[in-house]
């Protein structure tokens, strides 16, 4: 019985529907991923040749997933890629974005100091001149986060960001707490179904319910049985089973986790719920 069926809905606050492992099929993985009850999904962006592609793409599709979204930003991993002046042209991709309602926010920004070789000043120029932006439009910001929790939290506290995620959160305690404290709700996925995964197992049980989303981050960070069971890769189809599983390690219902994860994701980005009032809550259903 697919989760479409059951009448719960499920948000994927992360997924890269335009990344290359799609392109060929990516009729099929919208469609199973509506079937299985996907009804509202982020598609994040990493540089400045995306963002035409992915307001394509959250329109297209828009008519399967009715909560399709997405946001620009440039990704700290792209930064060898990227030119001071797309800083720029950012700017007046949000300016020129602002009256489309499926563009929420801007991201994926962030920090990265786990993978080498990239520049850590370069790195901050361009979190801090998108952090600036996330401020002047009052916009908030999907965070990658790996390694520079701390460095990310300084930097949001001398800024006034209304809100966001810290998308694949892996930190301490004390670190969930302070980006809570800040407006954030913190990204689980499929990094959690790994037994070894005791820490996020940790912050999964213990943190507030209105603290945490659920996210695949496709076509990365699999879950632990997909291999085995022969996937290539993640997709958003996936989700609903990786909630389930975050749910039991929680210790409660998939029909309680699946509306506290909703709610909390149209709590962190204000122009996804705008969008959903214009369509049928699906979560009345459930």
């Given at each position: 019985m697919?989760?479409?069926?059951?009448?719960?809905?499920?948000?994927?606050t992360h997924?890269?529907?335009?990344?290359?492992?799609?392109?060929?099929?990516?009729?099929e993985?919208?469609?199973?991923?509506?079937?299985?009850?996907?009804?509202?999904?982020?598609?994040?962006?990493?540089?400045?040749?995306?963002w035409?592609?992915?307001?394509?793409?959250?329109?297209?599709?828009?008519?399967?997933?009715?909560?399709?979204?997405?946001?620009?930003?440039?990704?700290?991993?792209?930064?060898?890629?990227?030119?001071?002046?797309?800083?720029?042209?950012?700017?007046?991709?949000?300016e020129?974005?602002?009256?489309?309602?499926?563009?929420?926010?801007?991201?994926?920004?962030?920090?990265?100091?786990f993978v080498e070789?990239l520049?850590?000043?370069r790195q901050?120029?361009?979190?801090h001149?998108q952090l600036?932006?996330?401020?002047?439009?009052?916009?908030?910001v999907?965070?990658?986060?790996?390694?520079?929790?701390?460095?990310?939290?300084?930097?949001?506290?001398?800024?006034?960001?209304?809100?966001g995620?810290?998308?694949?959160?892996?930190?301490?305690?004390?670190?969930?707490?302070?980006f809570?404290?800040?407006?954030?709700?913190l990204?689980f996925?499929?990094?959690?179904?790994?037994?070894?995964?005791?820490q996020?197992?940790?912050?999964?049980?213990?943190?507030?319910?209105?603290?945490i989303?659920?996210?695949t981050?496709?076509?990365d960070?699999?879950?632990?049985?997909?291999?085995?069971?022969?996937?290539?890769f993640?997709?958003?189809a996936?989700?609903?089973?990786?909630?389930?599983?975050?749910?039991?390690?929680?210790?409660?219902?998939?029909?309680?986790?699946?509306?506290?994860v909703?709610?909390?994701?149209?709590?962190?980005?204000?122009?996804?719920?705008?969008?959903?009032?214009g369509?049928?809550?699906?979560?009345?259903?459930?």
């Amino acid at each position: 019985m697919s989760d479409a069926s059951t009448g719960l809905a499920w948000v994927d606050t992360h997924c890269h529907l335009d990344a290359p492992e799609f392109r060929d099929t990516l009729s099929e993985i919208v469609l199973r991923a509506s079937s299985k009850g996907v009804k509202a999904l982020l598609m994040p962006t990493v540089q400045a040749s995306d963002w035409d592609q992915a307001k394509k793409l959250a329109n297209q599709y828009g008519n399967q997933i009715p909560g399709l979204v997405y946001t620009l930003g440039i990704h700290p991993l792209y930064i060898n890629q990227a030119q001071d002046s797309d800083v720029d042209i950012l700017k007046n991709q949000i300016e020129q974005s602002l009256d489309d309602p499926r563009f929420v926010g801007i991201g994926e920004i962030g920090l990265d100091y786990f993978v080498e070789g990239l520049d850590p000043q370069r790195q901050e120029y361009f979190f801090h001149k998108q952090l600036d932006l996330a401020q002047q439009f009052q916009l908030p910001v999907i965070l990658h986060v790996r390694r520079s929790q701390d460095a990310i939290l300084k930097a949001l506290s001398k800024r006034r960001v209304p809100s966001g995620i810290a998308h694949a959160f892996n930190g301490s305690h004390q670190q969930a707490e302070q980006f809570i404290e800040l407006g954030f709700k913190l990204g689980f996925g499929g990094a959690a179904t790994y037994d070894r995964a005791l820490q996020i197992r940790r912050l999964l049980q213990d943190l507030p319910s209105d603290s945490i989303v659920t996210e695949t981050d496709a076509p990365d960070i699999p879950p632990a049985w997909l291999k085995e069971e022969g996937g290539r890769f993640n997709e958003p189809a996936l989700l609903p089973r990786i909630a389930r599983q975050l749910a039991g390690i929680r210790g409660i219902g998939e029909k309680e986790f699946s509306k506290a994860v909703w709610q909390n994701a149209m709590q962190a980005l204000p122009r996804w719920s705008s969008l959903m009032t214009g369509n049928p809550n699906p979560q009345s259903a459930s």
